[in-house]
């Protein structure tokens, strides 16, 4: 499938031409177009055979000859005589938090930045001050934007990690067959880390070679970094390194447990198993010089005298302290979610109706789900006024009526204004049966007031997206969170645990402070597409990894449990 490709090359076509100052009406429809390609499950080539192009959404005239032309020739002209108008590393640059376009180009024309070293340079020897409308903050706010970029841009995203290790295991459980017994992740993808730096898989098997042999003659596979009987190592797509070792059945559970990590984690582990005459390593678990376990994982924590410990908890964050006394939480799972409370539609900027979108939600086993589509002032979203979002309360009503077994409840996410107060009244409000409040602009505009100010109405039941950040892209707002949690925990407001793979926000770390401080926390998809429903799975990891049990996650109540939770339920 060359879906992400085209998505890809409409993501660098839209920077470019926002390099270039274009309408942003235009650019807009590239980026949506870009996203709904990368969304669909069916292939963007065998649309393009069928003739079925401008049957994609949102795609129009313009952009259909521009895919046209990717498809048939491999390359977009326009894109490369744009390209030859722009600094050399021009995505590199425009992909700088606080570096937007207008501030790249006017280094490049004045100053010749083409690279991240140019930009390096420039704000290392002072020029780039010195440039009309650069003050010192927003220096500043450059060379952090540069610092963040250059830690993130070698990790990879969980949300893109994940399916590839899925696809990765079922394409060798296919071609292995009996070969192989047990198969999983190691490393940082199965402590559910938001990213990771390359991929391990472990494969249970006496077949090594020929296991490994399988491996790198995958598709996609486009560089062999080593093959031999225990071990492959290939980088996929030119991007992604991932390594696979083969181990027999009596180390498996040795080397699941080494190769998992994390490396603190690990040590600590070593430590106590010394303190106790034992040794453990990526082979088993010995006392002296006898092997007494090692097949599975579990032995080895239950040898050392603790209780096995959830992959997403070990960070040496006090899990094995917990362990040693059995004191261990009993971490919320997929299972135990029974709604998805942050769902868009095409009452805003989703993409289907409310009733086909409530079918998809439907059809993942929840028993109930609420609508939050955006509020009037993020107009880029397509944001409802009072007017529409009454139209959008009656059509849920009706929804209902279709079901028994289902419940869809009525919601917004409604904005929070640079002033504090919320972009619908309270009589507004008052008719929903769900609130979640976020920040989406003027995120200078104290961040932490707002969101403090947006709690204390009785009506707001959580606050999504918390600290606005898009992992590989920006820092967010960065409120100042002890007081978040405080005030959340005071007026009994959730924190969202917004699941799509960039956010992950909250991070795991907020997480457990949240949890700590009794705050009930939401883990919610905000799908705009069926796609990204499946993402509840991302979000749930990072829950696990800041310790939340059931208990604390307000998706794993009943419907009546959460109508007796909301804040306005208590106040009468
Ligand atoms: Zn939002
Ligand atoms: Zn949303």
């Given at each position: ?149 250059k830690t993130a841009g070698s990790r990879i995203s ?261 002033d504090g107060s919320l972009d619908f009244s309270d ?146």
């Amino acid at each position: 499938m060359k879906n992400q490709q085209v998505a890809e090359i409409l993501e660098k076509m839209a920077d470019l031409l926002e390099f270039k100052g274009e309408m942003p009406f235009k650019i807009a429809a590239y980026r949506k177009a870009s996203r709904t390609i990368n969304d669909l499950t069916e292939d963007i080539e065998k649309i393009w055979q069928e003739g079925r192009l401008a049957e994609i959404p949102g795609v129009g005239k313009s952009l259909q000859g521009k895919i046209d032309q990717f498809l048939a020739e491999g390359k977009i002209r326009q894109l490369d005589e744009l390209l030859e108008q722009v600094p050399r590393d021009i995505f590199e640059l425009l992909s700088i938090q606080n570096f937007g376009p207008k501030s790249v180009a006017l280094a490049y024309k004045k100053l010749g930045v083409e690279t991240l070293d140019d930009l390096e340079k420039v704000l290392d020897d002072g020029s780039l001050a010195t440039l009309p409308g650069m003050g010192a903050k927003k220096v500043e706010n450059i060379r952090k934007g540069l610092e963040l970029r250059k830690t993130a841009g070698s990790r990879i995203s969980i949300g893109i990690a994940l399916p590839i290790v899925e696809k990765v295991i079922s394409y060798i459980k296919e071609k292995a067959g009996s070969k192989i017994g047990r198969i999983s992740p190691a490393g940082s993808v199965r402590r559910s880390r938001e990213t990771v730096h390359d991929i391990d898989i472990l494969a249970e098997t006496d077949h090594g070679g020929e296991v490994i042999e399988i491996f790198t003659h995958m598709p996609r596979v486009t560089q062999v970094l080593g093959a031999g009987d225990t071990k492959g190592s290939v980088v996929l797509d030119d991007r992604f390194q991932v390594d696979l070792r083969a181990v027999k059945s009596e180390s498996y559970g040795a080397a699941q447990q080494y190769f998992t990590g994390s490396k603190d984690h690990n040590v600590h582990l070593r430590e106590i198993a010394k303190k106790n005459g034992y040794k453990i390593n990526e082979y088993g678990i010995y006392k002296g010089e006898d092997k007494i376990g090692g097949e599975d994982e579990k032995d080895i924590y239950r040898l050392l005298k603790m209780s096995w410990i959830p992959p997403e908890l070990r960070e040496n964050r006090g899990e094995i302290e917990a362990a040693l006394e059995n004191a261990l939480p009993e971490l919320v799972t997929v299972q135990d979610i029974k709604s998805d409370l942050h769902i868009h539609s095409t009452f805003s900027d989703g993409q289907l109706t409310v009733e086909e979108m409530a079918e998809q939600v439907r059809s993942m086993g929840y028993s109930f789900m609420a609508f939050c589509d955006h509020s009037k002032y993020a107009v880029y979203a397509n944001g409802l006024d009072e007017k529409r979002l009454l139209q959008e309360i009656l059509e849920i009503r009706q929804l209902n009526e279709k079901y028994d077994d289902f419940v869809v409840l009525t919601g917004s996410e409604v904005d929070i204004l640079p002033d504090g107060s919320l972009d619908f009244s309270d009589e507004i409000l008052a008719q929903l049966d769900f609130v979640v409040a976020s920040i989406h602009s003027a995120f200078k505009t104290d961040p932490t007031m707002r969101t403090l100010a947006a709690m204390e109405n009785k009506y707001v039941d959580v606050i999504a997206h918390p600290t606005g950040r898009l992992i590989s892209r920006r820092e967010g707002f960065s409120p100042d969170m002890d007081k978040v949690i405080e005030k959340a925990a005071q007026t009994g407001t959730a924190l969202e645990v917004n699941s799509y793979w960039d956010r992950l926000d909250l991070s795991d770390i907020h997480v457990k402070k949240a949890v700590e401080h009794g705050v009930k926390i939401s883990i919610n998809t905000d799908s705009h597409n069926p796609h990204h429903l499946s993402m509840m799975a991302l979000g749930v990891g990072n829950a696990r990894r800041g310790w939340a049990k059931k208990s604390d996650v307000i998706n794993a109540m009943t419907l009546d449990e959460l109508r007796a939770w909301q804040k306005r339920s208590n106040e009468k």
